[in-house]
C-alpha cells in the first residue's frame, strides 16, 4: 500500500501547480512562460538574501513546470539547500506578484494599444494635481491639462466618454492618454450614434474643433439616396443632440455638406451665415467673402471662432468683409 501512496503524489502535486499556473496566466492574460521566469528569478532573489551569494550569473534555476519542483544548479551541480523551499516561499511569493502585476499592466497596455483612436467610456478616480486619473475598464488613464475641455468641471466618480489619444512613456513608465478636447472625441461619437456612419455609407471627411466653443464636420456620402447631413442631424436632431450631450451640452456642432466646389464648401462651412458671395484667389489658396451687413457678426463668429474652423474645415485662407464696409482682414488660426 506504502509504494502506491508514494508513486500518486508526484501526479496530485503536478495538476495542483500546473493548474495553478494556468489559473495565473488565464486570469491576468499572460504567458505562462513569462510566469515560469518570474518564479525562476523569484528563488534567485529568495537565494541571495537568505544565503548571500553575489554571484548569481554562476547560477541557475531548473524548474519542473509539471511539478513546480525547483533547484538551484552552480556549474549544473545541484546546490539547493535542505528546506530552502520553505525559507524562500515568502520572499519569492513577493516578488512573484510584483512581476505578475508588471507583466498584467503590460498585457493592459498591450490590448489598449489596439483601441488607440477609438471612445470608451470612464470614471473619474481621482485628481493628481490638475491631471485627471480616469479608470477606463481593466486600466487606468490619466487625462493631462491640455485634453481636458476647458468648458468642463470635473469631480470624482464621474461618468464621461473619453477619446484615448495614445500611450506615452513618461518617468513613471508607460501611460495611456485620454482626451476630452480632441476633435477624435466628436468623430467617436458620430460612429457611435449614427448607424451610416459606423457601416461607412456616410463618412466623416473633415472635423474642425474648439472644445467647449464649436465644431464643424463635413460630412459626404457617394450613396444614391443618402443624405450625409441628414443622417448626422437625425429625426428632430435627435443624433446631433446625442453628440451633443455628450460633450456636456456647451458646445455647438455644425454638420456640413463636403463639396469639390471650393465656393459652395466655404460658403456652407461659414453658417449659420449665409447669403454670402465668395471670390477665390488659387493661387494663394486664399477667398474673400462678401457678407450682408446682418450676416458679418455670424461670419466671423465671437472672437473669430466662426472663420477659424471655417478654415480649418476648408484648407483656405479666409478674409470676410461686409457687403457696405472696407475689407477686414478676420482672424483666423489654419
Same mark, same amino acid.
Given at each position: ?271 449659420? #451665415? &449665409? ?5 477665390? /484667389?488659387? !493661387?494663394? =489658396? @486664399?477667398?474673400? *467673402? ?20 471655417? #478654415? &480649418? ?5 479666409? /478674409?470676410? !468683409?461686409? =457687403? @457696405?464696409?472696407? *475689407? ?7
Amino acid at each position: 500500500m506504502k509504494p502506491a501512496a508514494d508513486t500518486s503524489m508526484p501526479a496530485i502535486v503536478r495538476s495542483e501547480f500546473a493548474l495553478a499556473l494556468n489559473q495565473v496566466a488565464t486570469e491576468r492574460g499572460i504567458d505562462p512562460t513569462v510566469v515560469l521566469e518570474t518564479i525562476k528569478a523569484a528563488i534567485l532573489a529568495a537565494y541571495r538574501k537568505d544565503y548571500g551569494i553575489e554571484e548569481l550569473e554562476l547560477l541557475t534555476v531548473e524548474l519542473n513546470p509539471d511539478s513546480g519542483e525547483a533547484k538551484i544548479l552552480k556549474d549544473g551541480k545541484d546546490i539547493t539547500p535542505p528546506g530552502f523551499g520553505r525559507i524562500a516561499a515568502q520572499t519569492a511569493k513577493q516578488v512573484i506578484l510584483q512581476r505578475i502585476r508588471e507583466a498584467e499592466k503590460q498585457a493592459v497596455l498591450t490590448d489598449y494599444q489596439t483601441k488607440v483612436g477609438t471612445i470608451v467610456s470612464g470614471m473619474v478616480l481621482r485628481f493628481d494635481g490638475p491631471t485627471v486619473i480616469v479608470e477606463i475598464g481593466r486600466a487606468q488613464a490619466v487625462m493631462p491639462p491640455q485634453e481636458q475641455n476647458p468648458a468642463e468641471r470635473y469631480h470624482l466618480n464621474q461618468r464621461l466618454t473619453f477619446y484615448i489619444e495614445g500611450i506615452r512613456e513618461t518617468m513613471r513608465g508607460s501611460e495611456i492618454i485620454v482626451s476630452r478636447a480632441h476633435k477624435g472625441l466628436v468623430e467617436g461619437l458620430f460612429k457611435r450614434e449614427v448607424p451610416e456612419v459606423s457601416q461607412g455609407s456616410v463618412e466623416l471627411r473633415v472635423v474642425a474643433r474648439e472644445a467647449g466653443g464649436r465644431t464643424k464636420v463635413a460630412v459626404f456620402s457617394n450613396q444614391p439616396g443618402v443624405d450625409p447631413v441628414g443622417s448626422c442631424v437625425g429625426q428632430k436632431g435627435v443624433r446631433v443632440q446625442a453628440v451633443i450631450g455628450e460633450l456636456g451640452n456647451n458646445e455647438k456642432v455644425d454638420i456640413i455638406q463636403w463639396s469639390d466646389d471650393a465656393k459652395q464648401f466655404i460658403m456652407a462651412a461659414l453658417a449659420p #451665415a &449665409k447669403d454670402l458671395e465668395v471670390v477665390l /484667389d488659387e !493661387k494663394k =489658396k @486664399s477667398a474673400e *467673402v462678401l457678407a450682408p451687413d446682418d450676416q458679418l457678426s455670424l461670419a466671423i463668429g465671437r472672437d473669430g471662432q466662426n472663420v477659424r474652423l471655417a #478654415a &480649418k474645415l476648408t484648407g483656405w485662407k479666409i /478674409d470676410i !468683409k461686409g =457687403k @457696405s464696409v472696407p *475689407v477686414e482682414s478676420t482672424p483666423q488660426a489654419v
